[in-house]
């Protein structure tokens, strides 16, 4: 086995080192989560229920350590990371419900009788980014393990703590041997091993849709089941009518959150003409008091960046001539830090204006009327998250009928919320998780007809 040297991204300094599977070590835990799941399927429903709440209690009970580990793994506020942690905890009891209803049809046929069955699809393979590791590890893994699939997960090689502590603690709250397994390790090898083995009957990805369309490609040649959660280019739409203050206070949250390395990151905001400059008075000071620092104080807003090879490509996205509008503070001394910066005006044509940079910069652009907006909002391939900010309702549901993005929110800036589907139109995914429909995604209608006559 090769090992992996975990560095702090705020310090630069080890935090711990970890030995990664190889191809064959990914094998023997398919071959185990392939006979677990022979019996985790026949498992009663209540008890697999009863196995999840126990899981989510052991998240529960460790929530401050989980949260303490990605302080030190990822830099995330120690307030962030225990908000993450409570999502663990929260969608594994939110899933729990699930094993106990999860009902077929009875459909009405001449002769006979006819039922569905929801069946799980079998192994799935869960591989996670660097960004969020415990929210995806668990929006993945709870609906799974609900529908009697078996689950292994890779953390990415820079992010391995939380995950492998959260299999730990399955195995604590009582999952039987082979249903839970956390294998760190490269995605060359373990991912790719995932996504090869024709034991794994699902790959559930999240990460950049260049690495998701080589997924998909490989998913193919088993007709392999597939949920793709990809990357984004999300617009911020503020109208002239609306509550010009909130939308400016709270732009920064929409997209410096977990320091731009968010999906879901508004990184497009449009304004329109007539409350430009009004809007960008306003953001002015938002953008500057954003509070940059030691992600163990819980006054810290934003840590740093993940590794230094990314801080390099977020900083190809400012070079020294950039239009920069404003931009907050970092701290002096290691750690991979950016300051939140504002680009305006940005020709619609520029790398930063049209590709993911994955850090906290943020472009601000005029529309004119409602067209304007809905055009520039849409001229991207990715079609993730959103906002739009606006008094009129009438507008808002056209808008939001027209913007082409899977989730978009109307007057506030938040984006996943676990009750609800989450997922991408265009080349920002594919399929959908969360929600109460999250389990079809792990399940295969089987229709059974029972002859009568
Ligand atoms: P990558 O696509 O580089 O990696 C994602 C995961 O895939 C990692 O675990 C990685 O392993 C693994 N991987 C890499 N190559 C392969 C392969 N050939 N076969 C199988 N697995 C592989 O993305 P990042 O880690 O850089 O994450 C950032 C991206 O994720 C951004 O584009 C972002 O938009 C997207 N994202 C999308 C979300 C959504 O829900 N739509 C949510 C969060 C992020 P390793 O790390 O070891 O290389």
Avoid at 80 to 107: F, H, K, M, N
Avoid at 183 to 203: C, E, F, T, W, Y
Wanted: charged share 20%.
């Amino acid at each position: 086995m090769t090992s992996y040297t975990v560095l702090n991204p705020a310090t630069e300094q080890p935090v711990t080192t970890v030995s990664q599977a190889s191809s064959e070590v990914t094998d023997a835990a398919i071959a185990r989560a392939t006979v677990a799941q022979r019996a985790w399927r026949a498992t009663p429903p209540g008890e697999r229920a009863a196995l999840l709440r126990a899981f989510a209690a052991q998240v529960d009970a460790h929530a401050e350590d989980l949260a303490a580990l990605e302080v030190a793994n990822s830099g995330h506020p120690i307030s962030a990371a225990r908000w993450e942690a409570g999502q663990v905890r929260d969608v594994l009891t939110y899933y729990s419900a699930a094993p106990e209803r999860l009902t077929g049809r009875q459909i009405p046929v001449p002769g006979g009788l006819d039922v569905t069955f929801k069946e799980p699809v079998g192994v799935v393979g869960l591989i996670v980014p660097w960004n969020f590791p415990m929210p995806i590890l668990s929006w993945g893994m709870a609906p799974a393990l609900a529908a009697g699939c078996t689950v292994i997960a890779k953390p990415a090689e820079l992010t391995p703590l939380t995950a492998l502590r959260i299999g730990e603690l399955a195995s604590q709250a009582g999952l039987p041997d082979g249903v839970f397994q956390v294998l760190a390790g490269k995605g060359s090898v373990v991912g790719q091993r995932l996504v090869d083995h024709p034991d794994v009957r699902k790959i559930v990805f999240t990460g950049s849709t260049e690495v998701g369309q080589q997924i998909m490609a490989g998913c193919a040649r088993h007709v392999k089941r597939l949920t793709l959660e990809l990357g984004g280019k999300s617009a911020n739409i503020v109208f002239a009518d609306a509550d010009i203050e909130k939308a400016a206070a709270t732009a920064p949250y929409a997209v410096f959150d977990n320091a731009g390395q968010d999906c879901c990151a508004r990184s497009r905001i449009l304004v329109q003409r007539s409350a430009f400059d009004r809007f960008m008075e306003l953001l002015e000071p938002a953008v500057k008091g954003v509070q940059v620092g030691d992600p163990q104080s819980g006054r810290t807003q934003m840590g740093p960046l993940i590794s230094a090879s990314h801080r390099d490509n977020v900083a190809k996205y400012v070079p020294d001539d950039a239009p920069v509008a404003f931009r907050g503070n970092t701290p002096a001394g290691p750690g991979y830090w950016f300051p939140p910066t504002v680009l305006a005006p940005v020709s619609v044509a520029a790398p930063v204006y049209t590709e993911e940079v994955f850090g906290p910069v943020v472009t601000v652009t005029p529309f004119d009327d409602e067209a304007d907006a809905i055009a520039l909002a849409n001229d991207t391939p990715y079609g993730l998250s959103g906002s739009l900010w606006t008094r009129d309702v009438g507008r808002a549901i056209r808008v939001a009928r027209a913007v082409e993005t899977g989730n978009l929110s109307v007057n506030s800036h938040s984006s996943v919320r676990y009750w609800t589907p989450f997922g991408g139109f265009k080349q920002s995914g594919l399929g959908r998780e969360l929600g109460p429909d999250a389990l079809d995604a792990f399940t295969e209608v089987k229709n059974v007809f029972i002859a009568t006559d």
